[in-house]
């Protein structure tokens, strides 16, 4: 399983960078996403990173203010997150993309990890 960390308490319009470590070398070749659940709601796609340098995807509430990234040799995953806001307070969760299936569609996905907690405070 992945393991996300790097959460904590920050004011709106700081900044925050979470880490996902891969403990198995195979996920190398796999692409890699970011999830996150607010309280009362459902969990929601937040970024894609593929493996192979290709693009990298984001829902558009988070499009120009955070930016994933991976280091291959650590085989670890980062998510920059910019410019937050309260809206942005969430459990966060990284996952091994398992299937064909879109990157923004959860059912795509599999290894979820225990989450990192993100609260922004007004």
């Known amino acids: 399983q992945l393991q996300a960390s790097g959460g904590g308490l920050v004011q709106a319009g700081g900044s925050l960078r979470l880490s996902c470590a891969a403990p198995?070398?195979?996920?190398?070749?796999?692409?890699l996403g970011w999830f996150r659940q607010a309280p009362g709601k459902e969990r929601e796609f937040v970024a894609a990173i593929t493996w192979s340098g290709g693009p990298t995807y984001y829902s558009e509430s988070v499009k120009g203010r955070f930016t994933g990234s991976r280091d291959y040799f650590k085989n670890m995953m980062f998510l920059q997150l910019n410019n937050l806001k309260p809206e942005d307070t969430a459990v966060y969760y990284c996952a091994v993309k398992v299937t064909g299936g879109g990157h923004s569609e959860e059912r795509s996905y599999g290894y979820w990890g225990q989450g990192t907690l993100v609260t922004v405070s007004s």
């Open positions: 198995e070398d195979s996920v190398r070749s796999y692409d």
